[in-house]
């Protein structure tokens, strides 16, 4: 039997190095996206196609939006808060400064209001696993929730029962469960759910629906593919026309709309050629719907 599947639409032109960390924001109706490489800040406007951009001075591993107002960002050097009217920043906390050689990545709000972010190496972090996983509490507080062996951190979600937290660790191109508890954020008996097969690439960022399945952008793999954790099966793939999808995230009026990031990263100029849409946006409009992401409630 064969694996449903679609097609994603082009919907911006952007050519980003490293677009990541797509995240819907229903107040503005909009999505905030960066690209880490070039240090920007995006908030794109799918109804309108419009894409404006923050210049940052630092990294950015990913973004989410917080109840009292503004931004938090995960930066190469901590966690910041950024308010994108004034443009100020203010950090929050830099568990990691002793680790110069590392970056935060990827990350998201638990049900709680906690932000979680992974670092991993600047360089060489496909060979050498020096990163770890952290939550921001809502007081302002880090705590270490695993490491420090994570090689990238990525994809990371949360069951709609909170009872379970599915997290990417991309080198290892597995996808893990940890039971969770919600009240002290503890995570414990780590499972593989899912295997990436040869061929697919590995898995980069997540979302998750309001079934509980993941879908997962696949560097590599050309596709986000839609996860049954139940069943370490994919049951449905969208096709995106560059080598590397980095992650998605629901959106739109419905929350139907699957936003895709891409990457140039590290193509020359034969393989630009053959994948001239690499680094843009991408939408798929699917048979399923997402969950409203939640806000850092510090």
């Known amino acids: ?15 980003s190095t490293l677009g990541e960390g797509p995240l819907w924001d229903s107040e503005r109706n909009a999505y905030w996206w960066i690209d880490i490489i070039e240090k920007k800040l995006h908030l ?6 419009q894409n404006r951009t923050w210049q940052l001075d630092y990294m950015p591993g990913t973004v989410v939006t917080r109840q009292s107002g503004g931004l938090v960002l995960a930066l190469e050097n901590g966690f910041a808060q950024f308010d994108p009217a004034t443009e100020e920043f203010s950090l929050l906390a830099d568990p990691e400064s002793d680790r110069p050689e590392n970056r935060f990545n990827d990350g998201k709000c638990d049900p709680r209001g906690r932000f979680w972010a992974g670092t991993m190496r600047i360089e060489n972090h496909m060979e050498q696993s020096t990163g770890s996983l952290y939550s921001l509490e809502k007081n302002g507080e880090t705590v270490k929730r695993l490491g420090s062996n994570i090689g990238v951190s990525n994809g990371i979600v949360w069951s709609s029962d909170s009872r379970f937290m599915y ?33 697919l690439g590995f898995p980069d960022g997540m979302a998750i629906d309001t079934d509980d399945h993941l879908w997962v952008a696949f560097w590599g793999g ?25 992650a998605c995230a629901f959106g739109g009026p419905k929350m139907n709309e699957l936003l895709i990031t891409t990457a140039s990263l590290g193509l020359d100029q034969e393989s630009k050629n053959k994948q001239p849409l690499a680094g843009d946006l991408f939408i798929a409009e699917v048979s399923a719907t997402g969950v409203i992401p939640a806000q850092y409630g510090g």
């Not at 039997?1 to 050519?15: E, Q, R, V």
């Open 167 to 199: 997290f990417i660790d991309s080198p290892t191109r597995n996808i893990f469960r940890f039971d969770y508890e919600p009240e002290t954020g503890k995570i414990e008996n780590r499972q593989i759910i899912f295997e990436s097969p040869e061929g």
């Open 222 to 246: 050309n596709c986000v593919a839609k996860i049954d954790p139940s069943r370490g099966m994919i049951t449905e793939r969208v096709e995106v026309p560059v080598n590397a999808p980095t």
């Open 1 to 15: 039997m064969s694996t449903p599947t679609s097609k994603a639409s082009h919907a911006l032109k952007i050519h």
């Open 44 to 49: 794109f406007e799918p109804a309108s196609r």
